[in-house]
């Protein structure tokens, strides 16, 4: 797949709300998976959401269920990553990611792990989101 353009990074205050997108040049593949994975600085990556492209299944890290939500735009070849009442711990470079169907569940299990880990098709070049006061 085409080469993924990450969106809507920024700084915002505990409480507050932020939505990245990620956009690809071609078309969305069914039975494919779209995901986010967020990495701290001096820390390895942890798994965040994942979405189904095949029957728009969802999945979410315990971390963020409730408060994150993850949505494709097929006409528009985005997926949006909308975060809600964000928390000083959700400071990361956040990275939209394409992988195969089969690990879009177990990818928003990991944590800690390298980026190789993921064994993704492509990766984003990153957003950045920090959260203060």
């Known amino acids: 797949q085409s080469h993924l353009v990450e969106s809507g990074g920024g700084s915002v205050e505990p409480g507050g709300s932020l939505r990245l997108s990620c956009t690809m040049p071609?078309?969305?593949?069914?039975?494919?998976?779209i995901g986010w994975i967020r990495q701290a600085p001096g820390k390895e990556r942890d798994g965040v959401a994942s979405i189904y492209t095949g029957d728009y299944t969802t999945y979410y890290a315990d971390s963020v269920k409730g408060r994150f939500i993850i949505s494709l735009d097929n006409a528009l070849n985005t997926v949006y990553l909308t975060m809600n009442n964000l928390k000083p711990e959700d400071t990361a470079t956040y990275y939209c990611?394409?992988?195969?169907?089969?690990?879009?569940?177990?990818?928003?299990?990991?944590?800690?792990?390298?980026?190789?880990?993921?064994?993704?098709?492509?990766w984003g070049i990153g957003a950045l989101v920090t959260i203060s006061s």
């Open positions: 071609g078309f969305i593949y069914d039975r494919n998976c």
């Open positions: 990611a394409s992988m195969s169907f089969h690990k879009c569940a177990r990818m928003t299990t990991m944590r800690g792990e390298p980026a190789d880990a993921y064994a993704v098709d492509y």
